[in-house]
């Protein structure tokens, strides 16, 4: 029989994994408090960077090798059944020296990254003015690593949502969950909008806010909202080709010729306004990797709560208090690079046995009782 499922949540997250499972046969509902797509999804910059993101991790390095392994049929996948276009290019990231000390560790990088098999290459000046014209003059040289790259974090989202819903999954928006409980049948209910709901299995995907929902037995989800904020700027297009990545930010150059700039990293609470400050210093370090862009005109603004917990990893896994309960949270800076790895995680746990090796690692129980 095909089980039930509730995800909480309508972020890349659940968005995603509710397509996966509604694709795969279960019946999906999904609450969600706003909109699809709300959330640290919408700011976020897209960058798939394992290799950057994890410098001083090696587990999150090796989560993210495996996820963008994953990427080119997760993405074929999700332009299929949605019928919409989803920005998605894999052509290499330039991680740029700008003083000394960075050129002899990006070249001492490149060294070890080839020494583990993956592919990197050093570019000098001269050629990195080739590949990128607009680029300051001052770098020192870049990190290419080719098998990098980025997609359109709103454009995956809206298209797994609009791909749920043709397998069937139906959403509930603007109804915020406020606790999940387990059923003497092993199954689990949600209390939300003033009612109950019940189901097979409840994945709690709801990013900074899964603190805020009370599991019954369990203790608060121990995520905290880092606040990031990201401009985004008109260039031409094809001005740019690759994520250029510097030392106080980095700049993520679509196809129409939009320029992400990214990002801040703040404690600030459930705070999601943007400041002035963040701005004026999100401009500076578009310039101090693009110097033509200080002219660029400043098209949008967005901030998001990136979901951190205690060690950076996400919490991915069944709980061990609410039978059916699955968390799926604490993607911190790396959700969407690690959602293909996610939905399958998810969709293990769901119709199999959840046996996978990473599930062990990424067990919510390493921080406490939940
Ligand atoms: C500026 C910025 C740049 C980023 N850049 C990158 C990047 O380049 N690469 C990368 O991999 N990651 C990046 N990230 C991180 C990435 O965006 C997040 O890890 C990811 O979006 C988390 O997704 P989520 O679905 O878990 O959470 P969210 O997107 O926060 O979604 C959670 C959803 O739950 C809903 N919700 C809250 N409470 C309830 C409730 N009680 N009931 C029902 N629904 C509820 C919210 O409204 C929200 O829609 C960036 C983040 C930011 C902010």
Redesign the pocket.
């Known amino acids: 029989m095909s089980p039930s499922v509730i995800v909480?949540?309508?972020?890349?997250?659940?968005c995603t994994v509710a397509h996966q499972l509604a694709r795969s046969g279960a019946k999906v509902q999904v609450?969600?408090?706003?909109q699809p797509g709300?959330?640290?999804?919408r700011?976020?910059?897209?960058?798939l960077a394992p290799y950057i993101e994890g410098h001083e991790s090696a587990a999150l390095r090796s989560l993210g090798r495996r996820s963008l392994d994953l990427f080119d049929p997760f993405i074929a996948q999700l332009r299929a059944d949605s019928g919409h276009d989803v920005i998605y290019r894999r052509n290499g990231t330039f991680e740029l020296a700008l003083d000394q000390a960075d050129a002899e560790r990006l070249r001492a990088l490149s060294m070890a990254l080839s020494a583990d098999g993956v592919e990197s290459r050093w570019v000098p000046p001269a050629d990195f003015a080739k590949h990128e014209p607009l680029a300051s003059p001052a770098a020192l040289g870049a990190l290419l690593i080719p098998t990098h790259g980025f997609v359109g974090?709103i454009s995956i989202t809206l298209a797994a949502a609009a791909a749920a819903q043709k397998f069937g999954a139906h959403f509930r928006t603007e109804i915020?969950?406020i606790r999940v409980f387990a059923l003497p049948t092993g199954r689990a209910g949600v209390e939300?909008g003033g009612t109950s709901w019940e189901a097979d299995h409840v994945v709690l995907?709801?990013?900074?806010?899964s603190s805020?929902?009370q599991v019954e037995g369990a203790e608060a989800v121990p995520v905290k909202p880092i606040r990031?904020?990201?401009i985004q700027l008109q260039a031409d297009p094809g001005a740019m080709q690759r994520v250029i990545w510097g030392p106080t930010g980095y700049l993520v150059p679509w196809p129409d010729g939009a320029v992400l700039v990214?990002?801040t990293v703040e404690d600030v609470g459930f705070d999601e306004n943007h400041t002035e400050e963040g701005v004026r210093r999100l401009r500076a370090a578009a310039v101090a990797l693009v110097p033509s862009l200080a002219a660029a005109p400043m098209t949008n603004v967005r901030t998001?709560?990136?979901?951190r917990g205690p060690d950076d990893l996400p919490m991915l896994g069944r709980s061990a208090v609410v039978p059916g309960l699955i968390y799926a949270?604490a993607?911190?800076?790396?959700?969407?690079?690690?959602t293909p790895l996610t939905v399958r995680l998810v969709a293990d746990l769901v119709f199999d046995q959840g046996r996978d090796p990473a599930l062990r690692e990424l067990d919510p129980a390493r921080h406490g009782r939940l």
């Open positions: 909480i949540g309508a972020g890349i997250v659940g609450i969600e408090t706003r709300q959330g640290a999804t700011a976020s910059a897209g960058i974090v915020g969950a939300a995907a709801a990013g900074s806010w805020q929902i990031g904020q990201l990214g990002s998001g709560l990136r979901p949270t993607h911190y800076r790396n959700g969407v690079m690690l």
